[in-house]
């Protein structure tokens, strides 16, 4: 007779950096795991994002701990993959202020939790950012983080999958909407489009800005904050820019094939929203972050708009992760959060072991689903319209 596998059956709803991630480390440590994604790998917002890996500014200690130890994870992979020494980068970010404002504060904090930060002077920015033209620089400075840097979700995800299928690991592209099978209150499987059943000991909700909608139907509320958001990708550019730039009217990262991506928050919220759900974005937004980006790099060269990527950009209502169990259904996992790019390594680790070991993670004890109704309960004494129920 045949010993029965011990392995878990996890099937992981979405093709993104936390699903990609949580399913190649799974793999990883043994699980039987299937991947299942509406449409093509990294077609969402992994695939838009201006992916600049960072624990800059001002954070809760919990929240910084999480994304140190992320940003750790990508020097491993670095180390550990010199082919991916292409797609992802750590040659700093320089960031500085707007008119009226000033950064020193955030400098002193960042200081004071240890995190690499440089002060830097306008006379100085050529020695540490030779890509920036320093008259766009703030009067007062810029902000150098040497840690930080950027990666090329699309190819870090390939890289992942192509891993986790070596080792056994099964994907369903182009499924459609897939559902969590939820019978008798847990999580049994995963249903696609097409009504296929795909049974499963444990369930991963890992598709961005879908997953407040889709906890909502199986009755789990999540605050959302996701707005919708675009980045520009330029065609090819002659200058050689190497620093992550977060500046005052816009922010711009290299790619792998000599291109910048390019978002900015006052651009986003130009954007349209259809009653169909169709996102427009105005062209006066799209050349304004081009000659934005023009005036902050060294030679002002003349950028053109390549493609436009519109979506989604998934922020939970406290802005904080949402990584664990889902309380009430059994055998379902949630990863909806902002930052997904810096995340990603780590958060799909920690979920894995999670899962794999049911030991629950303390690095992820502040970031449950639980919070929320906590956070409703304490809203509802306050206002008094909860009162406890009086043990007897």
């Known amino acids: 007779m045949s010993t029965p596998s011990l392995r878990p059956r996890v099937v992981v709803i979405g093709g993104g950096i936390l ?18 994604t509406a449409g093509s790998l990294a077609d969402g917002a992994s695939g838009r994002s201006i992916a ?134 847990a999580a049994a499987g995963v249903i696609l489009a097409d009504g296929t059943r795909l049974a499963a000991d444990q369930v991963v909700l890992a598709t961005g800005p879908a997953v407040p909608a889709q906890l909502a139907a199986l009755g789990v509320t999540v605050p959302d904050a996701t707005p919708t958001a675009f980045v ?39 954007t349209s929203v259809a009653d169909d759900g169709t996102i427009t974005v105005p062209e006066e937004s799209v050349a304004g972050l081009l000659e934005e980006a023009s005036k902050v790099l060294a030679g002002h060269p003349t950028l053109t708009a390549a493609r436009v990527g519109a979506g989604l950009k998934p922020i939970p209502g406290d802005g904080e992760p949402v990584a664990g169990p889902v309380p009430s259904i059994p055998g379902l996992y949630a990863l909806f959060t902002h930052s997904g790019a810096t995340l990603g390594l780590a958060l799909g680790e920690l979920a894995a072991e999670e899962i794999l ?35 007897k």
């Open 232 to 270: 520009v990708f330029t065609e090819p550019v002659d200058a050689a820019v190497t620093t992550v730039l977060n500046t005052p009217r816009v922010a711009v990262r290299p790619t792998p094939d000599g291109r910048l991506v390019l978002d900015a928050d006052w651009a986003e919220q130009s």
């Open 52 to 185: 600049w890996l960072n624990s800059s500014g001002d954070r809760t200690p919990e929240y910084h701990y999480l994304r140190l130890i992320a940003l750790d994870r990508y020097r491993t992979w670095r180390e550990q993959h010199p082919d991916s020494q292409g797609y992802l980068r750590f040659d700093g970010a320089l960031k500085w202020a707007g008119e009226g404002e000033s950064f020193r504060d955030t400098f002193a904090f960042e200081r004071a939790n240890g995190y690499d930060s440089i002060w830097v002077e306008r006379d100085e920015v050529a020695r540490f950012a030779p890509d920036v033209d320093p008259a766009s620089v703030a009067g007062e400075g810029a902000i150098f983080n040497a840690g930080e840097g950027w990666v090329s979700l699309p190819d870090l995800i390939a890289a992942l999958i192509a891993e986790a299928v070596a080792d056994g690991a099964t994907v369903v592209e182009h499924a459609g909407q897939a559902r969590v099978d939820v019978v008798d209150g």
């Open 357 to 391: 070991t049911g030991a629950p993670s303390p690095v992820l004890a502040t970031f449950r689903l639980d919070r929320f109704a906590a956070d409703a309960q304490d809203d509802a004494v306050a206002t008094g319209a909860w009162k406890p129920v009086l043990q």
């Open 19 to 36: 699903g990609a991630s949580t399913y190649a480390h799974l793999a990883r440590g043994g699980a039987d795991v299937t991947l299942v």
